[in-house]
């Protein structure tokens, strides 16, 4: 038996379990994450405030007639339109709907 030297065989398994070891360590250090940053959120023109309150009027407008038309139908009609349904509708909208409750 020899004293004081490792075997080609015993080198190579140090080697391949400092190897596979090696890699099972936890990283002492997390991964560093970027700081989020404030993003500020665009404003609305003056065109999309404009557009925006008009779609919004329009909408009033037409859920108010169309409450007003529903109404006179249930009541049996009538011989002309609404104070409501003339200040919501005009032209030939508010013609055919007066049509209608005739």
Same mark, same amino acid.
């Given at each position: ?9 015993? /080198?190579?398994?140090?080697? *391949?379990? /400092?190897? *596979? ?24 023109? @003056?065109?999309?405030?404009?557009? +925006?309150?008009?779609?919004? /009027?329009? @909408?009033?407008?037409? +859920? ?8 006179? *139908? +249930?009541?049996?009609?009538?011989? @002309? ?17 007066? @049509?209608?409750?005739?």
């Amino acid at each position: 038996m020899r004293t004081g030297t490792l075997g080609p065989n015993m /080198a190579a398994a140090a080697i *391949l379990v /400092a190897l *596979l070891t090696g890699g099972c360590t936890p990283d002492p250090t997390p991964p560093v994450t970027p700081t989020p940053t404030a993003t500020q959120t665009p404003t609305e023109t @003056e065109q999309e405030r404009q557009q +925006r309150e008009a779609y919004a /009027a329009a @909408e009033t407008a037409y +859920r108010t007639f169309r409450a007003e038309y529903g109404r006179v *139908l +249930r009541a049996g009609g009538a011989k @002309e339109a609404t104070a409501v349904m003339k200040q919501t509708a005009g032209g030939p909208y508010l013609k055919e709907f007066t @049509e209608v409750i005739q």
